[in-house]
């Protein structure tokens, strides 16, 4: 482990003014965007979309890195170079994401587990030299009556950690998500407990297994109000009560905190995280962003699928990059 290089990586990915793109859509999730848009999801329209993405010209200025999946991170741009390749040119880092997933965690109904520990040390040592600077595992974490469990969270957790070293292994800075999801009707007082509970446990756990927390960046959810909840919090007390869970339970070791987007609309996503750093005061974190459908959405219906559409839609994801890096600073 090169701690100097995983230092220096996660400061790059929380550069001021930039954040994250999220383009690793599972094969289901993005056959789901595109058929949204009456797109069929093949192989050439999934990179000629990401190549949409990665080709927009002045992406560099608003994003400092990009998490591709498996497949993008084997394909290549229109002008024949692979896709890590080209964001490495640009300055933008390639990451990639290793989880295959999350399916039912056994005897606890209602509640998932994340998988992909199998064969990681050796897919990393590949990604590693297709050009993976960092990379992404997702947990779920779902609030309802009587969850989450602590067994749940214990196990995801655990999943997490693991994950974690093996990316240092081989100097790459891995993003840790503990998503605490949105659905249900939940306050926002409950999802506050819940993710500080989870926190707590994932920083403890990383510290026990000696990861390199300046080499870590942490992906989580603001603490919002259930979708489903009757009074829904104001944009401000989101702020406030994310940034009091933060600061009872993020070290100050950690360079960066890379907002999830979950199922915020990209102005809602938007407005949150410039209120969040609005109000951050002295915290020791960058505040940032990893969004995938905050970033991509109004690109992808103004796309169409058509080329005749690429530039409009690439001016639109350029607006919309622009004014959450705007954000991300507290300055809009």
Known sequence: MNKVKLASTAQKMVAKGKGILAADESMGTIEKRLTSIGV???????????????TA?????????VILFDETMRQKSDSGISFPKLLLKNGVIPGIKV??????????PGEKVTEG???????FEEYAKLGAGFAKWRAVITIGIGTPTDECIDTNVHALVRYA???QEVDIVPIVEPEVLMDGNHTLARCEEVTTRTLRRLFAELKKYRVYLPGTILKPNMVISGSEAKNQATVREVAEATLRTFKKVVPKEVPGIVFLSGGLSPEQATERLDMINK???GAPWELSFSFGRALQNEALTTWQGKAANVKSAQEAFLRRAKSVAMARQGGL
Request: hydrophobic fraction near 30%.
């Open 99 to 108: 989880d295959t997933g999350a399916n039912d965690l056994a005897f606890y």
């Open 57 to 65: 010209p002045g992406m560099e200025k608003y994003i400092s890195g």
């Open 117 to 123: 520990l199998d064969g990681l040390r050796e897919r």
């Open 279 to 281: 109000l951050k005061g």
């Open 165 to 167: 070293a093996l990316a």
């Open 40 to 54: 069929k999801s093949t192989e050439n329209n999934r990179r000629n979309y990401r190549n949409l993405l990665f």
